[in-house]
């Protein structure tokens, strides 16, 4: 179903008149913006996603103050030198009349904070997984409470959703423990699949979140040459550790250079083209663990005994 005004598509009547109510997405603000930057020369299609971004950003100071006041307390400030991509976004958003709330209009710092936050801040979720072709972002969205969980390259959580699935339209996200935590342990996510090289993690975080990363896992994959780097995650070297010192690796009490072997056997997926991490299902209802874990990128599902031989946890 396609609004007239805007040309914006709803997957069905019922999500039109739902994003058309008075406190939700398609305002009168936000139809007109978007109508306005189908005449805008916007340059490709990431631009667009933030220019999407900066409207449904706006939008929400007109429907609830305090959903977007939650939203600019999250991380990310203005930048003071903001980038031409930056200001050609401001000088769109700033040529259509403010929202209701903002009447004193939209200054070129709060633009940059609300990039950086949406940078900073947004999951992308994923269309579902298909061994023979890259996936794609489906959409992105700004989950404030999920936004305080810190990155780790061997992260002892991760995201599922499951926005394809029997439900469908279902866009929460569950953060899931991989293993046991030990108390007071800081519950980490990857901001990116796990088997990422050294370089293009440290690219990424530098790039889109500012900091350098001195986790664990870096500070041992920093004095890898680069032809070992490629081959960090590729499972030909997985499967040429031997299960049974994992445990003793993982605690980095081995002087081998891949400490991280027991993560990466035991947790990553191994279906082709998937990179994936396990965790366990939820307890059930009378709170007994599971033993049968899950892939966030494919769904596939495996007993726990059958991941590697030892079958041992060391938390
Ligand atoms: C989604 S927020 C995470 C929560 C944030 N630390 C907070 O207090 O609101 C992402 C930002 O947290 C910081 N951050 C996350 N993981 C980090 C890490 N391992 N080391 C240093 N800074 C990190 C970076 O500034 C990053 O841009």
Redesign the pocket.
């Known amino acids: 179903m396609t609004c007239p005004s805007c040309w914006i598509s709803f997957c069905s009547n019922g999500c039109a008149s739902l994003a058309a109510s008075s406190s939700s997405s398609h305002t009168p603000w936000s139809c007109r913006a978007l109508a306005h930057l189908r005449t805008f020369a916007v340059a490709d299609a990431d631009l667009l996603f933030q220019a999407n971004f900066l409207i449904a950003a706006l939008n929400l100071a007109a429907v609830s103050s305090p959903s977007f006041l939650r939203l600019m307390s999250?991380?990310?400030l203005s930048s003071e030198n903001p980038s031409p991509e930056t200001l050609n976004l401001h000088s769109f958003i700033s040529s259509v009349p403010p929202p209701k709330g903002l009447e004193c209009g939209v200054s070129l710092e709060m633009t940059s904070a609300l990039l950086a936050k949406d940078?900073?801040?947004a999951f992308g979720l994923m269309e579902p997984f298909r061994e023979d072709k890259e996936r794609s972002v489906r959409a992105y969205g700004i989950y404030p409470t999920?936004?305080?969980?810190?990155?780790?390259c061997l992260p002892n959580a991760c995201r599922f959703d499951y926005l394809d699935g029997p439900d469908g339209k279902n866009t929460d996200i569950i953060i899931r423990a991989i293993h046991d935590i030990p108390q007071e342990r800081e519950v980490?996510l990857s901001?990116f699949p796990v088997n990422w090289v050294y370089a293009d993690r440290q690219r990424r975080?530098s790039e889109?979140?500012?900091?350098?990363?001195?986790?664990d896992r870096c500070e041992v994959e920093k004095n890898w040459k680069d032809d070992d780097d490629d081959d960090a995650g590729e499972e030909e070297g997985m499967e040429e550790e031997d299960g049974d010192d994992s445990d003793e690796r993982m605690n980095g009490s081995d002087d081998g250079d891949f400490p991280h072997a027991y993560f990466f056997v035991r947790y990553l997926c191994d279906r082709e083209n998937c990179g994936g991490t396990l965790a366990p299902l939820p307890t059930s209802p009378d709170g007994m663990p599971s033993d049968v874990m899950e892939c966030n990128v494919c769904g596939r599902l495996r007993k726990e005994e059958d991941l590697d031989g030892d079958g041992a946890e060391d938390n």
């Open positions: 999250l991380q990310g940078k900073q801040n999920a936004s305080f969980f810190n990155h780790d980490c901001y975080l889109d979140y500012g900091f350098v990363c001195k986790c």
